[in-house]
């Protein structure tokens, strides 16, 4: 029996986010009795078709996860592979590999801010018709993002899944011309990024805010390429100590696997996260843009996370020039990692959050078992408790309003439905 | 300067027409190649400024009539449902994205080769690949390398050789 306060919202494809996934919410009177991110795409098998592979394939296979994010599964796969072989690479290269690193953190953030997150804030249904009346700022946007892309080129050797990295490095180095060069691409996309700053400093946003506990890697930099995990509740363990302290459970509605503490604890991982451990480890520079900005000590309202992206794009240009100030051409591209029998763990900061790989080895190099935990499956728990919480005070809305402050608060997240499955579409059930 | 686009995935099948294309006129055309995935600022970038860019790309028909080509120029590629793909933007999107900003070629075409297989997994189903095949004679024909006297050292109708390392370049630009 349907009765007049009883709704379900169902958006069975959501749009703007990387993926497919849908959302169901279903509300009898003014309780929100069930929220589902439903994750549809299918199980991708990645942790099983890497058994039996080489302790060399693993920055080539699994940068194929994602074309959003391949160098975070590179980089975290590098770190487990070496980590298992006892090797750790020259410092000259760990700065390389931050320098690619901080190429992908510009091309994904520019990405989600200016094309699926910001036509939110100023009511267009997508960036195309955000870019008939915003043609400037758009254009900023794909200025920032083709910065991005040439780092990417430079160091990585091509944009989407880059070819150069390889477990022990790189196989070239860049030259000091080829550094040069990007510098000059780079230098005026740093006022691109500080007007960008400014321009979503103006957003309204919704006022809404959580307590969820806060997981991000903490370094004696602001985090990308390695450290010690650390939460905003004071939990503190490294990338060995990951699965002693994070379970993952399989859930009817996803095919991507829903993540935990071991306590029971849900946590969220990503930029918001790695601002509230680590803003003290930004830039001068960045975090001058993060002040003016009107960011504290810690941002607990997930539609400002546009923000935390914004700063972080400032500070990604900001470190890579700094690199590549610095740069001497290293002595070697990469280091020897010859296999030995063992297990590697590795973590890095992918755009999105934290991303685990732990690989076993036999004494061949053989992979025998891989774990790869991405951060958007960590964070369905959190971005689902979100939604029951927001939707719950603005029931007065109708449907389509209603389905589409949901769907908003979904791009919170910037979501990567690809990379999660193991992983959108609104169903809003009001029965 | 004349681009011609492969776009899609060849570990999804029939997706991989387009980047099958672009290998296929490696080495026999006197024009700039590439392969991406189809991320509309990536597109954009390639094919600003072009005066004519060529993207190749599959598409999905309902009724489906796998191997056939669609001929689609600027108005109608617009028009483009969303990729087959797991991305949420599109070939249309980024044409109504680059126009929105003014970057666009001159001239574009849009050749969709239907598929019929978007699964895992490498290879095309038997229809389309004669359909690229048929494609990229037709392609080598039209943009075969002038001759040497306008282009380089090279023997007149001896295609030009390659300057790429023959992989594929996703977002990348290779003069073949």
Redesign the interface.
């Known amino acids: 029996m349907t009765h007049r306060n009883d709704r379900t919202l169902n958006v069975s494809a959501l749009a703007r986010v990387e993926g497919e996934g849908a959302m169901y919410v279903r509300v009898r009177g003014t309780d929100v009795e069930e929220v589902r991110l439903n994750i549809y795409e299918p199980p991708r098998f990645f942790e099983a078709f890497l058994r039996g592979r080489a302790h060399t394939e693993p920055p080539d296979i699994t940068a194929r996860i994602c074309g959003i994010c391949p160098v975070a599964y590179q980089m975290s796969s590098c770190l487990a592979i070496e980590d298992a072989c006892g090797v750790a690479v020259d410092a000259a290269l760990t700065e390389l590999r931050r320098l690619l690193y901080c190429g992908e953190w510009i091309e994904s953030h520019a990405l989600h801010i200016y094309l699926l997150h910001a036509p939110d804030f100023l009511g267009y249904p997508g960036a195309v018709e955000m870019a008939r009346d915003h043609r400037a700022v758009v254009e900023r946007g794909l200025r920032l993002k083709k910065a991005g892309n040439t780092l990417m080129e430079v160091i990585g050797g091509r944009a989407i899944h880059p070819v150069n990295v390889r477990v022990g490095g790189f196989y070239r180095a860049p030259s000091r011309g080829e550094m040069a060069a990007l510098a000059e691409t780079l230098r005026p996309a740093l006022d691109d990024a500080l007007a960008t700053v400014r321009w979503a400093a103006m957003f309204e946003f919704p006022d809404f805010v959580h307590e969820h506990e806060y997981l991000a890697l903490s370094a004696d930099r602001y985090p990308l390429d390695g450290g010690t995990l650390r939460t905003s509740a004071g939990r503190a363990f490294p990338a060995a100590a990951f699965e002693e302290h994070i379970v993952e459970e399989q859930v009817p509605h996803s095919t991507a696997l829903h993540a935990r503490f071991t306590d029971g604890g849900v946590y969220l991982t990503g930029p918001l996260a790695r601002y509230a451990l680590n803003r003290d480890k930004l830039s001068p520079l960045a975090l001058e843009a993060a002040a003016a900005a009107g960011l504290g000590a810690e941002c607990r309202n997930p539609f400002r996370s546009v923000l935390v992206r914004a700063v972080e794009v400032v500070y990604a240009i900001d470190e890579a020039l700094r690199i590549i100030d610095a740069y001497e051409p290293p002595p070697r591209p990469a280091v020897p990692v010859p296999p030995r029998a063992g297990t590697g763990h590795g973590v890095t900061e992918a755009p999105r959050g934290v991303l685990y790989h732990r690989y076993d080895l036999d004494a061949d190099g053989l992979i025998t078992a891989a774990r790869i935990v991405p951060p958007t499956s960590q964070n369905q728990t959190a971005i689902e408790d979100d939604l029951r919480r927001f939707v719950a005070p603005r029931l007065h809305l109708d449907d389509a309003s209603l389905t589409g402050r949901c769907e908003q608060a979904i791009r919170n997240y910037d979501p990567c439905i690809s990379c999660s499955t193991h992983f959108l579409d609104l169903t809003v059930d009001r029965t | 300067m004349t681009i011609v686009i492969g776009v899609g995935n060849e570990?999804r099948r029939d997706d991989g027409a387009g980047p099958a294309a672009v290998e296929a006129l490696r080495g026999r055309v006197g024009v700039t190649l590439a392969v991406?995935?189809g991320?509309?600022?990536?597109l954009?970038?390639l094919w600003a400024g072009a005066d004519l860019a060529i993207v190749v790309d599959a598409v999905r028909c309902d009724p489906p009539s796998p191997g056939r080509v669609h001929e689609l120029g600027l108005d109608t590629a617009a028009l483009a449902a969303p990729p087959v793909t797991?991305?949420?933007?599109g070939l249309g999107?980024a044409v109504?994205?680059g126009a929105?900003?003014?970057?666009m070629p001159r001239v574009l075409e849009v050749l969709a080769i239907e598929g019929s297989e978007f699964g895992?997994g490498r290879g095309l189903t038997p229809r389309v690949a004669a359909a690229v095949d048929s494609l990229t004679r037709r392609l080598t024909a039209r943009l075969a390398p002038r001759p040497a006297s306008l282009c380089g050292p090279h023997e007149p109708g001896r295609p030009v050789p390659a300057t790429s390392d023959g992989?594929d370049?996703?977002?990348?630009k290779d003069d073949a």
């Open positions: 570990f991406t995935d991320e509309p600022a990536r954009i970038e797991g991305h949420s933007l999107d109504a994205l929105a900003v003014g970057r895992f992989t370049a996703p977002g990348r």
